[in-house]
């Protein structure tokens, strides 16, 4: 049911990636500031959808395909217009590509495995993961707009690096979980 809170706020999420994407056609530093913002309060959907679902007790199964759904379009739109407008550049692509890879692989992997009513639990270097990688992005999107003293694009490029490290060896675990049950 669409019109649940936890769902609404999903479908927010979804809703900022088009502002998200507008915010890169805009001049800096008002438009870094506005694109870091923007992604903030996705990342702030993303916490309370989950938090009202479970104590609501509103749990839906569109809840629960949407929500990782637009965490990964948001994160794909991110990256993609980072490389786009040269925020990520050189070798550091190849970590973007990494991260993109396996989202679609762990997402394959979970549709598969839904099927046959397997479920494949979130670890916690998963979890580490995705704090990388959000540290990443919030600090390659504010990018040169940051103060002097805030070395933003260094942080967010190591960020992105660790991110990558970790998604590549937890797309190898669940990747490794699902093999055995597709034999």
């Known amino acids: 049911m669409l019109t649940s809170l936890p769902n609404m706020l999903t479908f927010s999420r979804i809703v900022m990636i088009p502002l998200l994407i507008g915010t890169f056609y805009l001049k800096a530093p008002l438009a870094n500031w506005l694109a870091l913002v923007i992604f903030t309060l996705a990342g702030i959907t993303d916490y309370y959808d989950g938090y009202f679902a479970r104590k609501q007790q509103q749990v839906s199964r569109l809840g629960q395909f949407m929500d990782p759904v637009a965490d990964k379009l948001l994160i794909a ?11 990520i550049t050189g070798y550091s692509i190849l970590a973007a590509v990494v991260i993109l890879c396996r989202e679609i692989l762990v997402s394959g992997l979970r549709e598969f495995l839904a ?16 704090t990388f990688q959000i540290l990443a992005l919030g600090f390659l999107l504010v990018g040169d707009a940051s103060p002097a003293w805030i070395p933003a694009i260094t942080i967010g490029t190591v960020c992105l690096w660790l991110a990558a490290l970790l998604t590549f060896y937890t797309g190898y675990d669940y990747l490794r979980a699902g093999l055995k049950h597709m034999t």
């Open 77 to 87: 739109a991110a990256l993609m217009m980072m490389v786009a407008f040269g925020r």
């Open 115 to 130: 099927e046959i009513k397997v479920s494949v639990p979130v670890t916690k270097l998963a979890k580490w993961k995705t």
